[in-house]
C-alpha cells in the first residue's frame, strides 16, 4: 500500500469509487425509489450499552500515545507528517507473532491490516487521533455487522451506494466516530477517529461522516438522489484534497 493512500485514510480511496459509481448509476435509477437498506431490527435487538471508547474493540482507545499502543500492537518505523503548523506521525501495523492478526479484535473478525495516525511528534507526546484498520469476517458482512452492532449499539445511518455494492455504516460514540464500509467480499474496512472538528487530520473525517449522516437522512426523506449524490461526491473529493495536503517531514 503506497503512501498515498495511507495518507488519505484506508476508508477514502472505496468511499470515493463507490460515491463515483452511484453518480454514474444514479442517471438510469429512479429518484423516486431510493435502493433500500437491510432492516436492523433484529440487530437492534442485540444492542448493548456501547463502550466508552469505539477502540476497545481492539484494545486500544482514542488518545493514547504511541508508546501505550506499542504494548498491544507491534508499529512498523514511524512517519512524520506535517500539514501547516501541524504535526503527526503515523505508524503502519505489523502482524503480531503468534497471533491471527494485527491487532487484538473480538471472536469472529480478525484485523488484516492497518494504520494509526497520532498528533504530536514522537512515542511519548503523540495521541492517538486515527485509525484505519482493514478487517476480515469470514462468517460474511451480516455477521459482521451483528458483531459491531452488539458492541457499538445501533448505528446512526446505513447507506448503500444506488448501483454499488457497497454498505456504508456509520456510529457515533462519546468518544469518537466509527465508519464501516462493507461490499460482498468477508473482508471490511473500518476507520475510527476522534471528535476534533478544527484538527485538519480527522476534523475532515468528521465532516465526511456528517454528509454520509445528512445524505442518509435526505434519502429517507425522500429528497432526489442524484442531487443528493453529486453533493455527496464533492464533499469526498474535498476530505481527499485536504487529507493529501499532508507532507511527508524527512
Excluded: C
Excluded at 40 to 69: C, I, M, N, Q, Y
Aim: charged residues 20%.
Amino acid at each position: 500500500m503506497h503512501l498515498r493512500t495511507r495518507r488519505a485514510g484506508i476508508l477514502l480511496p472505496a468511499l470515493l469509487a463507490a460515491a463515483l459509481l452511484a453518480v454514474t448509476s444514479a442517471a438510469a435509477t429512479p429518484t423516486g425509489n431510493p435502493v433500500a437498506v437491510p432492516d436492523l431490527h433484529a440487530l437492534a435487538r442485540k444492542v448493548r450499552e456501547a463502550p466508552l471508547d469505539p477502540l476497545a474493540l481492539f484494545h486500544l482507545e482514542l488518545g493514547t500515545s504511541p508508546r501505550r499502543a506499542a504494548a498491544v500492537a507491534r508499529l512498523r518505523a514511524p512517519e512524520h507528517l506535517a500539514a501547516g503548523p501541524s504535526r503527526y506521525v503515523h505508524y503502519a501495523l505489523a502482524p503480531l507473532p503468534d497471533h491471527p492478526g494485527a491487532l487484538p479484535a473480538p471472536d469472529g473478525i480478525t484485523v488484516l491490516d492497518g494504520d494509526l495516525f497520532f498528533a504530536g511528534t514522537g512515542r511519548d507526546d503523540g495521541r492517538l487521533l486515527e485509525a484505519s484498520l482493514v478487517l476480515e469476517a469470514p462468517a460474511g458482512r451480516e455477521a459482521a455487522l451483528d458483531l459491531l452492532a452488539a458492541r457499538l449499539g445501533q448505528p446512526e445511518f446505513e447507506v448503500v451506494m444506488p448501483g454499488a455494492l457497497h454498505l456504508m455504516v456509520g456510529w457515533h460514540t462519546p468518544a469518537g466516530y466509527v465508519l464501516a464500509t462493507f461490499d460482498d467480499l468477508p473482508v471490511f474496512r473500518v476507520s475510527v477517529f476522534a471528535a476534533e472538528e478544527e484538527d485538519l487530520l480527522v476534523g475532515s473525517q468528521v465532516m465526511l461522516y456528517e454528509g454520509l449522516a445528512d445524505y442518509a437522512e435526505r434519502l429517507e426523506a425522500g429528497e432526489p438522489a442524484g442531487d443528493l449524490l453529486r453533493r455527496l461526491v464533492n464533499l469526498v473529493l474535498w476530505v481527499g484534497m485536504a487529507r493529501d495536503s499532508l507532507e511527508v517531514v524527512h
